[in-house]
């Protein structure tokens, strides 16, 4: 089979670290035989314009490769534009997690930029013959009137072989931590996303400091991806205090290296460490926080994580993939599907039902400091 990934986010000498998830997502394709070709859109570089001159391109890969299904790789605008050029064969999105949850605290031209990106998810969605989500809580956040037959779950994997425990002394002296502190790794990202919540994060540790703890915050950020590993088994504990997420990369990689997790509610991270002794959900309070991570210290060691990751390898991911794809092309043929480029008008009342809900949410969830 042939697969077509379009996506916006994707390693390039400029932005090594953007987008390592739909690498490693492409890595587990091919290794399970899949013929896959990239189109990257690069809206870093051109901004977003290069979502309106993507068309000429699309077609030429398309007529080129000749893919049995054409996959987005996030949704938004670029899933939009997917699903409204082709339309003789089918699309698959995959929604990751702000492209139907959306940003809300980053400032008004973002809010604005991101409700679109939202509307553009809903009208994508509506197109695809298949949907693929992270998590439950992004299944919950398409429009009620989506049919969920076309919808799947399916985490993205991770690659066993370079997650796995290593030795904690030789990782701290490779990145020259200090050995008598208690190590706190927090998940950011180049641009310093405010959906993560740097300021709760900061505030358990100076709290977990006053109590005698001698802590020390590292924020993973700009670290090529194959020394994620290193950071991970340098560390006693990720802290993940973000908004909003879909299935975070780096609570799975964390629990493969066997590594403790403190985290907020968030995404599918319960689901994730459920049964795993020694890591913990808290409240998104700084005192609520500062106690798991105390709870963490107590036990001083490792967390039996690796086992339960085995399910969510790339090579596992990339089966559940394959054999979703071959349902959506076996639909397609059946019902003579084609794409179609209409806005239905319960798209638009679907959307402002959703910003309502999501506000509501996000009212009692910390939008303000």
């Known amino acids: 089979m042939r697969v077509l990934a379009v996506t916006n986010i994707y390693p390039t000498t400029r932005f090594p670290t953007l987008g390592t998830f739909v690498e490693q997502q492409v890595v587990g394709l091919k290794r399970s035989g899949l013929d896959v070709d990239v189109m990257l859109v690069d809206r870093f570089e051109s901004g977003m314009r290069s979502y309106f001159t993507m068309g000429a391109e699309l077609r030429r890969r398309i007529e080129q490769f000749c893919p049995d299904v054409v996959h987005a790789m996030y949704g938004g605008v670029l899933a939009e534009r997917v699903t409204r050029i082709v339309v003789d064969r ?52 398409l429009p009620a009137t989506i049919s969920r037959s076309k919808v799947r779950i399916i985490p993205n994997g991770i ?151 085995r399910s969510l390898s790339l090579e596992q991911t990339a089966l559940h993939l394959g054999s979703f794809y071959r349902e959506v092309v076996e639909s397609h043929q059946r019902l003579g599907l084609a794409s179609g480029t209409m806005i239905n008008p319960s798209i638009l009342v679907d959307f402002c039902l959703s910003i309502l809900t999501r506000r509501k949410h996000f009212s009692g969830h910390g939008m303000r400091r």
């Open 159 to 309: 690659d066993l072989e370079r997650f796995r425990p290593l030795d904690l002394v030789d990782c701290r002296n490779k990145l020259g931590w200090d050995p008598n502190r208690f190590h706190v790794l927090f998940p950011t990202n180049a641009g310093g996303d405010p959906r993560k919540r740097l300021y709760l994060a900061q505030a358990a540790v100076d709290k977990a400091n006053r109590s005698g703890l001698n802590a020390e915050l590292h924020q993973l950020r700009g670290v090529p991806h194959g020394d994620v590993s290193i950071w991970l088994n340098a560390s006693d504990v990720v802290l993940l205090t973000s908004l909003h997420e879909g299935s975070p990369n780096i609570i799975k990689e964390a629990l493969a290296c066997d590594l403790p997790v403190v985290s907020v509610d968030v995404g599918d991270v319960r689901e994730r460490i459920d049964g795993i002794a020694g890591c913990h959900i808290a409240l998104p309070d700084p005192e609520d926080l500062r106690i798991k991570l105390s709870l963490v210290a107590a036990n001083k060691g490792r967390i039996a994580g690796r086992t339960k990751m």
């Open 90 to 141: 089918p699309t698959v999105v995959s929604f990751c997690g702000s492209d139907l949850l959306g940003e809300y605290l980053s400032g008004l031209l973002r809010r604005v930029s991101s409700e679109y990106g939202i509307l553009a998810s809903h009208i994508a969605a509506r197109r695809a013959v298949g949907i693929v989500v992270k998590s439950r809580n992004l299944e919950e956040a």
